[in-house]
């Protein structure tokens, strides 16, 4: 694996340059331990004397986009044949660090990861560092790997690195469509106090993640436009006091927790007694979305009755339990975010590398970021949630309610006896949801020589 040093077109991490070095040492005094794990290879075995396995690193367990993720990819790599050990970080940089750590020393062959800084540029250059020096490839996928501004400072640098997530945009221009549109349709009805305008109260996930930071600025300037091209009023912010016009889990995981601790606050001082409620939801995903519905419930709203005022709610991601709610008419709308397309691209490139194909071999199919010439950076795109239709793809419809689905830590053991592609072998799959876990499974899985 080579670093792609020509392409570097912007800073390079002083970290890096020592790590460069000390490699570049280690070449020249016929060292052969520039892989931390080659060292530690039982009777001197190369890597390639060892069968083809991956790595998975989750950023949390408890996450339910992530757990439709984990669920699709675990059923491709089982299905392929190919072994893993999949990591769960609880939330946590410095143990996912550790479990990278200890993963290449146990000579793996690919690293996947779903990285707990999102979009920090210098926490994936270190875990590009370490997979560099051990020759090893690395999958990131969902959370950005790259700070705004710095596209392309590390994906263009090191070969063999991929990411697979979304556009962060497009979510948030979505959901200001959903809304826009049944503001449009549903005006009066919800301005529950009669002022002539809507406010709205709006859920943010993480501080620094480019896709809850673009899902909080579109979701309510696109539904302005429709509003204000309709001749109504934009929307305002419930809180006219307020630095910031939305609340945001300090915690950084989307939790159900958090939304639920903020609205029961809100409705306490805002709310029709005062004339002054709250009349729209906006969330940066559906697991925010049922804590703020769990709270107005509390309330006497949104219970999925005739008689119940239903507060308009909106969030992303078409989660099981987001499309029950809306099948409950307890929730409006949400936004697909397609966890099987996702996992199918991880497997895509996985399998390319496992046949010692070049990574990106038959990416043509997948939308990739053309504005900033990122062809090793894909995305998946979102789309509008129908009820009328099925979700896109049937791992979407997995029953995921044991393996993490809510925001409480989970803990089960599945054990799955699965047969590779040859028939030869059998696979045994231990998984246990506990903080800082490790679980692998174990398949042959045949690569060219």
Same mark, same amino acid.
């Given at each position: 694996m080579q670093p792609y040093s020509q392409k570097r077109s912007r800073k390079i991490h002083f970290c890096t340059i020592l790590a460069l070095a000390a490699g570049l040492l280690f070449m020249l005094t016929g060292c052969n331990a520039i892989s931390p794990s080659s060292s530690s290879a039982k009777a001197g075995a190369s890597r390639d004397d060892v069968p083809f396995n991956v790595a998975v690193f989750y950023y949390d367990y408890s996450d339910n986009y992530i757990s439709?993720?984990?669920?699709?990819?675990?059923?491709?790599?089982?299905?392929?044949?190919?072994? &893993?050990?999949?990591? =769960? @970080?609880? %939330?946590?940089?410095?143990?996912?660090?550790?479990?990278?750590?200890?993963?290449? +020393?146990? $000579?793996?062959?690919?690293?996947?990861?779903?990285i707990v800084?999102?979009?920090?540029?210098?926490?994936?250059?270190?875990?590009?560092?370490?997979?560099?020096?051990?020759?090893?490839?690395?999958?990131?996928?969902?959370?950005?790997?790259?700070?705004?501004?710095?596209?392309?400072?590390?994906?263009?640098?090191?070969?063999?690195?991929?990411?697979?997530?979304?556009?962060?945009?497009?979510?948030?221009?979505?959901?200001?469509?959903?809304?826009?549109?049944?503001?449009?349709?549903?005006?009066?009805?919800?301005?529950?106090?009669?002022?002539?305008?809507?406010?709205?109260?709006?859920?943010?996930?993480?501080?620094?993640?480019?896709?809850?930071?673009?899902?909080?600025? &579109?979701?309510?300037? =696109? @539904?302005? %436009?429709?509003?204000?091209?309709?001749?109504?009023?934009?929307?305002?912010?419930? +809180?006219? $006091?307020?630095?910031?016009?939305?609340?945001?889990?300090?915690t950084g995981k989307w939790s159900l927790t958090a939304v639920q601790d903020y609205m029961l606050t809100n409705l306490a001082q805002y709310n029709e007694e005062m004339g002054n409620m709250i009349e729209l939801v906006i969330c940066n995903s559906d697991t925010m979305a049922e804590g703020a519905i769990r709270a107005l419930q509390t309330y006497g709203y949104n219970l999925g009755t005739d008689d119940s005022i239903k507060i308009p709610v909106f969030g992303v991601d078409a989660s099981?339990?987001?499309?029950?709610?809306?099948?409950?008419?307890?929730?409006?709308?949400?936004?697909?975010?397609?966890?099987?397309?996702?996992?199918?691209?991880?497997?895509?490139?996985s399998k390319?590398?496992?046949?010692?194909?070049?990574?990106?071999?038959?990416?043509?199919?997948?939308?990739?970021?053309?504005?900033?010439?990122?062809?090793n950076k894909f995305y998946m795109h979102y789309s509008l949630y129908d009820p009328s239709?099925?979700?896109?793809?049937?791992?979407?419809?997995?029953?995921?309610?044991?393996?993490?689905?809510?925001?409480?830590?989970?803990s089960e053991t599945a054990d799955s006896s699965v047969s590779d592609t040859s028939g030869s072998e059998t696979a045994d799959s231990s998984v246990s949801d506990t903080s800082g876990s490790e679980s692998t499974a174990s398949a042959s899985f045949e690569t060219d020589s």
């Open positions: 439709s993720v984990r669920t699709s990819l675990t059923q491709g790599l089982v299905s392929a044949g190919i072994p &893993y050990r999949e990591y =769960d @970080a609880a %939330s946590n940089q410095s143990t996912q660090n550790a479990q990278i750590d200890s993963a290449l +020393n146990e $000579n793996i062959s690919l690293l996947i990861v779903n800084n999102s979009g920090s540029s210098n926490a994936t250059d270190a875990i590009c560092m370490k997979s560099y020096r051990a020759g090893i490839p690395v999958i990131f996928f969902n959370r950005p790997v790259e700070d705004n501004g710095d596209e392309g400072v590390i994906l263009n640098f090191y070969d063999n690195v991929a990411f697979v997530g979304t556009d962060p945009a497009e979510a948030g221009h979505l959901q200001g469509q959903l809304v826009g549109e049944f503001l449009l349709e549903n005006y009066e009805k919800t301005d529950l106090n009669g002022d002539g305008k809507i406010s709205y109260a709006m859920f943010k996930g993480e501080a620094k993640n480019a896709e809850a930071i673009y899902r909080t600025k &579109y979701a309510v300037e =696109d @539904a302005n %436009s429709y509003l204000t091209e309709a001749g109504y009023p934009e929307l305002y912010y419930f +809180n006219q $006091n307020a630095v910031d016009n939305y609340q945001l889990d300090l099981i339990p987001g499309r029950q709610l809306i099948a409950e008419n307890k929730m409006t709308g949400t936004v697909v975010q397609d966890a099987g397309a996702m996992a199918e691209c991880i497997l895509h490139l390319n590398v496992a046949e010692k194909k070049d990574m990106l071999a038959g990416t043509e199919k997948y939308s990739w970021d053309k504005e900033h010439d990122l062809r239709v099925k979700p896109l793809t049937p791992a979407a419809d997995t029953d995921i309610s044991g393996s993490a689905a809510s925001d409480s830590s989970a």
